[in-house]
T-cell receptor, first 115, second 116 residues
Framework: KAGVTQTPRYLIKTRGQQVTLSCSPI?????VSWYQQTPGQGLQFLFE???????NKGNFPGRFSGRQFSNSRSEMNVSTLELGDSALYLC??????????????FGPGTRLLVL | AQKITQTQPGMFVQEKEAVTLDCTYD???????LFWYKQPSSGEMIFLIY??????QNATEGRYSLNFQKARKSANLVISASQLGDSAMYFC?????????????FGTGTRLLVSP
């Protein structure tokens, strides 16, 4: 079974631009979560989508948004990029069960550099 | 309040020795899950081991075992017979499903360096 895939793997943008990152979950997984990882703040939860609905959101400004499609693929968008948005963005998917024991499987991440 | 605490920023171990990475957590939920992930320099988070709050036995997965002490709220990762490829960042994480669905809360991580 193929793992979680994320595109692009690397991205360079300038301040004020917007960016869209894509995530394809493991086949059969319906939950997709996004995390931001920076040296200063560590790993922080952005949001989770399940069956095309956002059901949990972290403490990030409205510039960060996401969506999920009917095939469970997800995109996240960051508008009006700031230097502090430079980070590794990780996507994770989980099997259909909503139990707390279900493992999240992560993709390789997208490294975003904002200049 | 910090939910997951990893007090060891870095750890050194010689090849073939065992190493314990510490993790303490804070929750008021009765049902929760604890996870350990490995992150090599490539960036991908690799799932290692899981422990449920109701599991009576400590979890084991190959060379990885979890020393779960519920009363002390600790979930330490033990890596036996360390290998050079174990050099990486290790993160402890917790899920509290009643309040947060699939959201994982991570600790700050421990960088493990395995020397020959």
């Amino acid at each position: 079974k193929a793992g979680v895939t994320q595109t692009p793997r690397y991205l360079i943008k300038t301040r004020g631009q917007q960016v869209t990152l894509s995530c394809s979950p493991i086949s059969g997984h319906r939950s997709v979560s996004w995390y931001q990882q920076t040296p200063g703040q560590g790993l922080q939860f952005l949001f989770e989508y399940f069956s095309e609905t956002q059901r949990n959101k972290g403490n990030f400004p409205g510039r960060f948004s996401g969506r999920q499609f009917s095939n469970s693929r997800s995109e996240m968008n960051v508008s009006t990029l700031e230097l502090g948005d430079s980070a590794l963005y990780l996507c994770a998917s989980s099997p259909p069960s909503q139990g707390y024991q279900e493992t999240q499987y992560f993709g390789p991440g997208t490294r975003l550099l904002v200049l | 309040a910090q939910k997951i605490t990893q007090t060891q920023p870095g750890m050194f171990v010689q090849e073939k020795e065992a190493v314990t990475l510490d993790c303490t957590y804070d929750t008021s939920d009765q049902s929760y899950g604890l996870f350990w992930y490995k992150q090599p320099s490539s960036g991908e988070m690799i799932f290692l081991i899981y422990q449920g709050s109701y599991d009576e036995q400590n979890a084991t997965e190959g060379r990885y075992s979890l020393n779960f002490q519920k009363a002390r709220k600790s979930a330490n990762l033990v890596i036996s017979a360390s290998q050079l490829g174990d050099s990486a960042m290790y993160f402890c994480a917790m899920r509290e499903p009643l309040s947060s669905f699939q959201k994982l809360v991570f600790g700050t991580g421990t960088r493990l360096l395995v020397s020959p």
